[in-house]
C-alpha cells in the first residue's frame, strides 16, 4: 500500500490550498487532512479527521492508523496572536514540531515538511536582500519559536538523518481563506474591505515594505522542494523564498487603479514593531542554485486575481 500524505493544521490559510494541491497531484484518498476544527471547505470534509497538534499519542495514532510516509506540519500560532499568549504559542509551535521530528528519528515516517518564516530574522538582520545565512534576533515569540524550530530540523537532520525541509515563508496573500493573525496579513484584508466597504484602516504605516507572496507561488515552492532529490537538499534550517516587496501604500495605489472610490487610512498599533524587526526583501538565490526556484506571480497579477476572485466569492456567499 501507498504510504499516505498526513497534512496537521489543514484548516489553515497554507493547509486549505496545499491540501487541495496535495489531492489533486497524489489523490484523495492518498491525503489525511486534519485540524482542531471541521475545515472551511465543504468538499476538504473526506478524508478529514479532527487532530489536536499538540497531542503526541494521537498523532501517532494516526500515523500509524493510515500508513502515513510523509507529515506536513502547518499547525502554529502566527505573529500577531503569539504575542497574546507567548507560552501557549511555544507550546503549540515546538511540541508539535519535537513531535513529529521523533517520528521520523524512530522510523515511524519518512519525510516531514515544516514552515519557517521571514519572523526569524530580526532588527539586527540586514533589511534589504536579507540572504540565506546572516544574523538572527527575532524580537517576536512567532520568530523565536520558529529560529528555535530551524534549529531543531537541522539537529534532527544531522544527528538521526531525518528528512526535513522547510521554507522561510514571507506574508503570504490568499483570497481562498481569511487572514490568520499574521503581521502581513492586512494584505490580505484589504482586499476584503476595499469590495465590501470601499475603504480600510491599516494597522501599518504606509511606507512599511515588507516581502510578500502569491499563495499560488507559495504551494509551488513547497512542493518542488518536497519533491527534490535529497542530494540537491543543502538547507536543513530553512529555505529563503521570495515573491515581491511592497509597501500597504503601494499595494492601495494598485487597487485605485481598480476601484478609483477606495480609501487607505494608517493607524499604526502593535504590530508596527513586529514588522520593523522584519526584511524588507529577501534574497533567495540559494533556493535558485539548489532545486531552481523561481517566484512567478508581480504585484499587477496580484491584484486582479485577488479582486476578480473576490469580488466572485463575495457575490455567491
Not at 489533486?24 to 487532530?51: M, R, W, Y
Amino acid at each position: 500500500m501507498k504510504r499516505r500524505i498526513l497534512i496537521i493544521g489543514a484548516s489553515g490559510q497554507i493547509g486549505t490550498e496545499l491540501t487541495q494541491q496535495l489531492r489533486l497531484v497524489h489523490g484523495n484518498d492518498c491525503v489525511i487532512a486534519t485540524d482542531l476544527h471541521q475545515p472551511p471547505v465543504k468538499s476538504q470534509e473526506e478524508f478529514f479527521e479532527i487532530l489536536d497538534a499538540t497531542d503526541v499519542d494521537a498523532i501517532k495514532r494516526c500515523v500509524l492508523k493510515h500508513q502515513v510516509g510523509t507529515i506536513y506540519l502547518l499547525a502554529a500560532m502566527l505573529s500577531a496572536t503569539a504575542e497574546s499568549a507567548p507560552r501557549k504559542a511555544w507550546d503549540l509551535n515546538m511540541n508539535s514540531l519535537l513531535c513529529v521530528l521523533d517520528l521520523a528519528k524512530d522510523g515511524l515516517i519518512d519525510q516531514i515538511f515544516w514552515p519557517s518564516s521571514i519572523a526569524v530574522f530580526g532588527p539586527t538582520s540586514p533589511k534589504k536582500d536579507t540572504p540565506q545565512t546572516c544574523v538572527m534576533e527575532p524580537t517576536t515569540v512567532y520568530g523565536i519559536s520558529k529560529l528555535a524550530g530551524e534549529f531543531w530540523c537541522s539537529y534532527y537532520q544531522r544527528k538521526y538523518g531525518v528528512d526535513v525541509r522547510s521554507i522561510r515563508y514571507p506574508g503570504l496573500i490568499s483570497w481562498k481563506a481569511q487572514p490568520g493573525g499574521g503581521t502581513t496579513d492586512y494584505a490580505v484584508a484589504i482586499f476584503h474591505e476595499a469590495l465590501k466597504t470601499g475603504t480600510y484602516n491599516c494597522f501599518l504605516s504606509a511606507q512599511t515594505a515588507l516581502p510578500m507572496m502569491h499563495m499560488t507561488d507559495a504551494i509551488r515552492a513547497t512542493l518542488e522542494l518536497m519533491s527534490s532529490d535529497l542530494s540537491s537538499v543543502n538547507q536543513f534550517k530553512a529555505y529563503n523564498i521570495a515573491g515581491m516587496s511592497f509597501t500597504p501604500e503601494q499595494l492601495a495605489q494598485k487597487i485605485k487603479a481598480k476601484l478609483p472610490d477606495f480609501k487607505i487610512h494608517y493607524d499604526p498599533d502593535f504590530r508596527q514593531a513586529i514588522a520593523d524587526s522584519w526584511p524588507s526583501s529577501i534574497d533567495d538565490s540559494e533556493a535558485g542554485k539548489d532545486w531552481k526556484w523561481s517566484a512567478r506571480i508581480d504585484l499587477d497579477h496580484l491584484t486582479q486575481d485577488m479582486l476578480d476572485n473576490l469580488k466572485d466569492t463575495l457575490a455567491n456567499s
